[in-house]
């Protein structure tokens, strides 16, 4: 049944192509691709095939330049997952209780969790974007270290250090799903072990966005990594890169 299935659609996309051959969207992607790609390998034929058949599908529709730009923005997000209607947060919207260690996750957004205590995290809060970096000769370097996720450290004004982990959805009836991003600072010691620092200054979006927990004590825990035996080096990298900061 599905080799005959298959065999339809074929000779249905086969004759969309066909027709639509002289349209100006088709007409217009073969040009482009003849610009960029005069001797194309197998693996972009094969790509210009398949948006030349979705040109002739999106031809049979018969769009204004109204309808295409609404079309396309809704078609670009559910290629893509995202979802088109905001998040309800209800219990049905959430996996089966205690799946993902106690945490429920959302079904329609993965980023989106539900914690125990009934609040709800974002797992893109913030992204980072490495700028310095420190490493065990403790010079500072420039450098592009590409962005990431996930918890921080964060340094005030007045050199005090606490933790911040996924972001805290501080009013699930206004959220949005956007991420803030914010320069990180690396510290790396021993041997590859990395801590992200943040400027508490650089957060205040982030603040006014979602509930931030303070945890000092995660801080004491992270840094005596290997039971302390490397705290009071890395204390001392973190003042470094905080001069920098």
Request: net charge neutral.
């Amino acid at each position: 049944m599905n080799t005959i299935k298959n065999f339809l659609m074929r000779i249905a996309i086969k004759y969309m192509v066909w027709s639509s051959k002289d349209s100006s969207y088709v007409q217009h992607a073969k040009k482009e691709f003849d610009i960029a790609w005069k001797d194309r390998e197998h693996m972009q034929e094969m790509m210009c095939k398949q948006i030349i058949e979705l040109l002739s599908v999106l031809n049979t529709q018969g769009d204004s330049g109204t309808s295409i730009g609404y079309k396309l923005n809704l078609f670009n997000k559910l290629v893509n997952f995202s979802i088109i209607s905001p998040l309800t947060f209800k219990d049905e919207e959430f996996t089966s209780p205690y799946s993902l260690n106690g945490r429920r996750q959302n079904k329609r957004d993965s980023r989106i969790f539900m914690d125990e205590d009934g609040s709800f995290s974002f797992n893109e809060a913030i992204v980072y974007h490495d700028k310095y970096y420190i490493g065990e000769n403790d010079n500072v370097i420039e450098r592009d270290g590409g962005t990431w996720c996930g918890g921080t450290f964060v340094v005030t004004e007045n050199g005090e250090i606490y933790y911040i982990g996924r972001g805290k959805i501080k009013d699930n009836n206004n959220f949005d799903l956007k991420t803030i991003t914010v320069e990180s600072y690396s510290v790396e010691y021993p041997n590859g072990w990395r801590l992200r620092l943040c400027k508490e200054s650089d957060l205040k979006e982030y603040f006014n966005k979602y509930l931030v927990e303070k945890d000092y004590n995660k801080f004491e825990n992270e840094v005596g990594y290997k039971d302390g035996i490397y705290k009071d080096s890395i204390i001392q990298k973190i003042k470094t890169m905080s001069k920098k900061m």
